[in-house]
């Protein structure tokens, strides 16, 4: 049967063109999938994940093109001096699989095989921190002015208020200085995400909207258990009530009319069209009506 034997147009996306792109993207825009501090940003071979890194093409080198965006440094907690620890974070794949699946196996919490009409995302990121010797830090450690606190008879303990310089408030400093890198303490891991979705119509006939809708995602082997689940809660949160919603496409707005005599618009539901936008053969298909 031809793609058009229920249509006047068919198009259709490969679910290779897709990641083909990508992979485009990784070679001539590496900036946009790798993030790090100074050192990294001039040292990419110290980058956690190197595959991404040897697949840059050459001609980004040669022009002087960024490999890694340049980070702010990572502030430390209850630290107000100048220095910041480093750290990486890469975007090392990412990949959609059409119904059938083909392109990455799902984990059996998404309970494999992928399902008909349905697609799937595959994510991994990785990131790595430098971390500093302990002795390192011990001597870089600011100096505190010693704390006595008085005791007063009945056994209470007067806490004398704390000098502070000029008696103005402490200023939180962001830091401007990395700690002194040590490339033995680099501490790098990965995480895969998998995201399972499916386009659904809504709205009446007479403003139909097709969206995506989440069926399940699932990140693969955090320990314990309840952060994996923790952090699954919040993505699926994040996903369903901030990105997902923003993604909708009016049927409407794909309606043209060249003056009166010819209109252009998406196919109807019907028996013999049953999903429009169908996922199936690896690809996305879209079904077109021209009315004279």
């Known amino acids: 049967m031809a793609f058009t034997d229920h249509c006047d147009i068919f198009a259709g996306i490969h679910e290779k063109s897709f990641n083909n792109v990508v992979l485009q993207l990784q070679r001539q825009r590496p900036s946009l999938f790798n993030y790090g501090t100074t050192t990294f940003a001039n040292h990419p071979e110290l980058l956690c994940n190197q595959r991404i890194i040897r697949m840059v093409d050459p001609e980004v080198r040669a022009f002087g093109n960024p490999i890694v965006k340049e980070e702010p440094l990572l502030a430390i907690p209850g630290y107000d001096g100048p220095l910041g620890l480093e750290y990486c974070l890469q975007l090392a794949e990412l990949s959609i699989d059409f119904h059938p699946s083909n392109v990455h196996s799902l984990p059996v919490e998404l309970a494999p095989p992928l399902q008909s009409q349905h697609l799937s995302l595959k994510g991994r990121a990785c990131a ?10 011990i001597k870089l450690a600011p100096t505190e002015r010693p704390f006595y606190p008085s005791i007063l008879k009945g056994g209470f303990i007067k806490q004398p208020p704390r000098e ?35 386009v659904e119509r809504e709205g009446g006939a007479g403003d139909p ?16 258990d309840g952060l994996e689940n923790a952090v699954e809660c919040f993505l699926r949160a994040m996903l369903i009530m901030g990105v997902l919603p923003k993604v909708k496409l009016a049927l409407d707005s794909l309606i043209l009319s060249v ?13 013999l069209v049953p999903f429009n936008p169908a996922i199936e053969d690896d690809q996305i298909k879209a079904f077109i009506t021209l009315t004279v």
Do not use: M, W, Y
Not at 129 to 137: A, E, M, Y
């Open 209 to 224: 909207v097709i969206a995506l809708r989440l069926d399940n995602l699932e990140i693969v082997d955090i320990k314990p």
């Open 259 to 271: 003056g009166n005599v010819l209109t252009i618009g998406p196919t109807p539901i019907s028996p």
């Open 128 to 137: 790595g921190l430098d971390c500093p010797t302990q002795d390192l830090l």
């Open 164 to 198: 502070q310089p000029n008696d103005g408030p402490v200023v939180k400093q962001t830091p401007t200085r990395p700690i002194p890198f040590n490339r033995e303490g680099i501490i790098c891991f990965c995480l895969d995400l998998f995201v399972v979705l499916h």
